[in-house]
């Protein structure tokens, strides 16, 4: 099973919805609480490359972008193979 992990914000609807699927499909992630202005946000910014948004999600410590991201590879079927399910 790969490592995941999710930087979130509290009241963000799209780490809510990020959250909501990674639950859903029964996979363990690691949720850290990253918001504007604390070091877990900086360390979200550095490790995705310099996005600013929230959530950002990794895979075995490669970026694999926001929600809208997990919710296109969710619809394409490509999803369940990442997360170490196909």
């Known amino acids: 099973m790969p490592s995941i992990e999710i930087y979130t914000q509290p009241g963000c609807p799209y780490c809510i919805h990020a959250v909501r ?15 504007h202005g604390t070091p877990e946000r900086e360390e979200s910014i550095r490790r995705s490359g310099g996005r600013t948004t929230v959530p ?6 490669t970026p694999l972008g926001g929600c809208d991201d997990l919710m296109a590879l969710e619809r394409t079927g490509r999803l369940d193979a990442l997360l170490g399910k196909g």
């Open 21 to 35: 699927l990674l639950t859903h499909k029964g996979v363990p992630f690691t949720e850290i609480n990253a918001p």
């Open 56 to 61: 950002q999600i990794f895979i075995d410590n």
